[in-house]
């Protein structure tokens, strides 16, 4: 192993590249039952894979905050620069990605017989998707790639906190996170429905469910960097037994165990339906399962674990835009009389070679940057 990839590695947290892992499976298949599943008998095991998003949410959060702390730069200059390196870490896979789903849309609008096949046309109403403008509330005019709100949302939000961040430092970790974070969360809890449709407010945008949302847990997760930093936090662990860390990872797993029983549960079950508002309650539950992991309670990892984790984060990375293109011609596959398990199969046998073409395509990339530098 070089040099550099021990570095890598050294800097890596590995329990967070491997929840990124299963956190992004956890996405990709709520997408195969909420595109289809949904009307169908076969029992909907990832009703709420949406928390998925909730997770990469916190965990931006809490990077934001920890790149904040170290800068020396000015509020907005520092803002600029988070902006222009979460653009160019997702550029190349994300407007891959579009080109690939922007194809499969007009293939399949071909083979269904539906839709319009003007492409000029088409590719003019998708400008808003290109420039991550999809938050402010311009009609969605072409559909080419499902998971741009995220990114959109991110940057949106990054742009909102990083001068705080930088302007306040740990004022803003300590104080005016955690109190956005609560603000937007009752928000989400007291205008609920705006989840189940997200073109209420304004029409063509996810304003309230991916503004709003990512507003608070990215908010709760710069609070996550506050307390394993504090004093109590690093002083505890810093003079407990191995008996008591083992405690402590019981009570991690358990809560862990809890955020994915909610995430897989059926949505139909004895009493009814879970509403949308226990969503806040999870989020909070998988912040506190955050805590000790971010804080590097577990860090006694072997070294080839570590390698497996990061290839899984890594993988994780692609994925998330991979499945897109899956589902520009999901209606295709939708529309043959497949079992559930040949769909799932199909979905992930697609999704994971879209993930090497993407990591290919960005590798070299790379290495052709790194070439021109020099």
């Given at each position: 192993m070089t040099d550099r990839n021990m570095t890598l590695l050294k800097n890596k947290n590995y329990s967070i590249e491997f929840l990124r892992f299963l956190f992004c499976l956890v996405i990709i298949h709520y997408h195969l039952f909420s595109h289809h599943l949904w009307f169908t008998d076969f029992p909907n095991i990832f009703a709420r894979g949406y928390m998925g998003d909730e997770f990469f949410f916190l965990i931006s959060g809490f990077f934001?905050?920890?790149?904040?702390?170290?800068?020396?730069k000015k509020p907005f200059d520092f803002s600029v620069e988070q902006l222009l390196r979460r653009i160019k870490k997702i550029a190349i896979p994300y407007y891959v990605t579009w080109i690939l789903c922007f194809i499969g849309q007009h293939i399949t609008m071909y083979v269904m017989g539906t839709g319009d096949y003007d492409i000029l046309s088409n590719l003019g109403n998708s400008i808003y998707e290109l420039l991550f403008l999809e938050m402010f509330g311009f009609k969605k005019g072409f559909y080419s790639n499902d998971v741009g709100w995220f990114f959109s949302a991110l940057l949106i939000v990054t742009f909102v906190l990083s001068p705080l961040a930088v302007r306040f430092k740990e004022g803003f970790t300590r104080y005016f996170a955690p109190l956005i974070a609560l603000f937007s969360y009752g928000l989400l809890s007291l205008h609920f429905d705006y989840l189940f449709d997200p073109y209420k407010l304004i029409s063509g945008s996810f304003l309230m469910k991916g503004?709003?949302?990512?507003?608070?847990?990215?908010?709760?997760?710069?609070?996550?960097?506050?307390v394993v930093t504090s004093e109590g936090f690093t002083s505890f662990f810093g003079r407990v037994s191995q008996s008591t860390r083992r405690i402590v990872?019981?009570?991690?797993?358990?809560?862990w165990g809890l955020v994915f029983a909610y995430v897989i549960l059926p949505q139909s079950f004895g009493t009814g339906e879970l509403t949308v508002q226990l969503d806040y309650i999870i989020t909070f539950v998988m912040a506190a399962a955050l805590i000790p992991v971010l804080g590097n309670v577990f860090s006694a990892q072997k070294e080839s674990a570590g390698k497996w984790a990061l290839s899984l984060g890594q993988f994780a990375f692609f994925a998330y835009f991979g499945q897109a293109v899956f589902y520009s011609v999901d209606k295709i596959v939708y529309d043959q009389p497949f079992p559930v398990w040949l769909m799932a199969l199909i979905l992930d046998l697609s999704v994971f070679?879209?993930?090497m073409l993407l990591w290919f395509i960005s590798s070299k990339a790379k290495h052709a940057r790194k070439c021109t530098s020099r």
């Open positions: 934001l905050a920890k790149a904040a702390l170290k800068s020396e503004t709003i949302r990512a507003l608070a847990a990215v908010s709760l997760g710069a609070f996550l960097h506050a990872l019981l009570i991690d797993l358990l809560l070679a879209v993930t």
